[in-house]
């Protein structure tokens, strides 16, 4: 049996599976981003993965795989390999080299990683991203890089707490529940909150920029 067919019954067992399913590598991702899109006219399903994907172990790509089902059908379920997965994204931190960083960043880890994580986090890659202001921050898992947007680079304090941020992120990882990831839980918004004045930060984050989302990307 094809691999998203087994990844399809596995997860609906009640259903038939009615579809034509390609499954393609494809350079455009980083990481080990990866989607899926439905045409409902050929009843096509189409996954497209990171060609990072490739010689991974099956169990897992069959995870990956479910994941992007029940997001496509808008569906609840927890597998084994959903699980499998979840472990894998992770832990792709620790294997994935570190090649990229800036004097400035590095600066700013170093300090937020000592005073608030007691030096235990392992230095991502680190990367100044566009002048943004929607997206002053984000930590990618699968390339474990943490990238902050050049518009915070002039003001020390706010790169700082935007970094603390996004090594939250790296920290705590995320919950999964029926499929759903989720990233900034109550766990993680206390810990974000306990950062010293940070309410204050928080206002000077918005008169940056007013449409501001410190986002967080896995896909
Ligand atoms: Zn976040």
């Known amino acids: 049996m094809r691999l998203v067919e087994k990844a399809f019954r596995q997860l609906f067992p009640d259903k038939e599976f009615s579809y034509t399913d390609v499954l393609e590598y494809s350079g455009r991702f980083k990481g080990f981003n990866a989607n899926a899109r439905l045409n409902n006219l050929t009843k096509t399903i189409t996954f497209s993965l990171s060609k990072n994907w490739k010689g991974v172990d099956e169990q897992i790509k069959i995870g990956l795989v479910q994941s992007l089902l029940l997001r496509l059908f808008k569906k609840k379920a927890r597998t084994v390999n959903m699980d499998l997965y979840d472990n894998f994204i992770k832990n792709l931190h620790i294997a994935i080299p570190k090649t990229k960083s800036n ?80 990233h900034h839980t109550r766990q993680f918004k206390q810990l974000e909150k306990a950062y010293p004045n940070s309410k204050e930060l928080e206002q000077k984050l918005g008169r940056i920029s007013s449409k501001r989302k410190i986002l967080f990307s896995l896909f």
């Open 103 to 182: 004097p400035v960043l590095e600066e700013s880890f170093n300090r937020i990683n000592k005073l608030y994580f007691a030096g235990m986090i392992d230095r991502p890659n680190l990367r100044i991203g566009k002048p943004s202001a929607r997206t002053l921050g984000n930590y990618d898992y699968g390339t474990d890089t943490i990238t902050i947007s050049s518009l915070l680079v002039p003001h020390l304090d706010l790169l700082d707490y935007v970094m603390y941020h996004e090594i939250l992120h790296k920290k705590t990882k995320f919950n999964s529940k029926n499929g759903r990831s989720f």
